[in-house]
């Protein structure tokens, strides 16, 4: 029920701020390319200067050929920043910025491929807006919340709460799993156009099931597909893959560098 309350009010804007994802998929975006690629720029900033920037130049040349071949595939300049930092982490953020963190290209042994797939992945996001989708879907949960608060409905605190949990787990958080599954789709492409093996995107994620030691939370309470389930994802679409890496190999698109 809290679901259908949420999913309605979502839909009746929906309308105004329809826009496709680069697989095809409806998306209910409502905030300016603009200003969130001023928002991506502000964040990017902001982070080199609070975090430590890697000194490694095996790690910086690693990082920036991967990008580079990957975001040939994109188009537009990017900027790629390693941080030291020992989490398994990178991200990509409007406005075309990269972050790897030193701990990411420890975890796969510096080997291009894996690393690839993380990045691809993180760029995925950037070219389905789905940041913009994000900030658009907690606008209009909020504006929902605030109609509600004025009708009888809303006099309830307890039922205000209820409302908030659902909002949270029926909708925000299930879209955000739908990103991320569509953001390795996305990736897993790029990176095979880029002439990197795509079949190393599952040891990655292998890798990172190992590292988590099962203490990933169960699928329905997180943000992000279980590890088993992305893989069982990135199995389906490995065919057009893999035709996808043997075109770019034949045409001469074969990174090297590690």
């Not at 955000?176 to 040891?203: C, H, N, V, W, Y």
């Amino acid at each position: 029920m809290l679901k259908k309350i949420f999913s309605t009010l979502i839909t009746a804007t929906f309308l105004s701020a329809c826009a496709t994802s680069p697989t095809g998929r409806n998306q209910f975006i409502m905030m300016p390319e603009t200003q969130m690629d001023q928002m991506g720029l502000k964040t990017f900033s902001a982070l080199k200067n609070q975090k430590p920037l890697s000194k490694n130049p095996q790690h910086i040349r690693l990082a920036n050929c991967i990008a580079s071949a990957i975001t040939q595939q994109t188009g537009g300049l990017w900027e790629v920043v390693v941080f030291q930092d020992k989490s398994a982490n990178a991200f990509a953020l409007p406005g075309n910025k990269i972050g790897v963190y030193t701990g990411l290209i420890k975890l796969v042994g510096g080997n291009q491929d894996q690393l690839a797939a993380v990045i691809g992945h993180e760029v995925g996001h950037v070219l389905a807006k789905h940041s913009n989708e994000r900030a658009s879907q907690q606008m209009a949960v909020q504006q929902g919340m605030g109609i509600i608060q004025q009708t009888a409905l809303g006099q309830n605190p307890m039922t205000l709460g209820l409302l908030g949990l659902g909002a949270e787990y029926g909708v925000l958080m299930p879209f955000s799993r739908t990103q991320e599954s569509e953001a390795d789709m996305i990736g897993l492409d790029l990176m095979a156009k880029a002439g990197f093996d795509p079949r190393q995107s599952i040891t990655l994620w292998q890798k990172m099931g190992q590292s988590s030691q099962g203490q990933e939370p169960v699928e329905f309470m997180s943000t992000h597909p279980s590890h088993a389930t992305r893989i069982q994802e990135l199995q389906q679409r490995m065919p057009q893959a893999m035709a996808q890496f043997q075109k770019a190999q034949a045409a001469g698109r074969q990174p090297r560098c590690n």
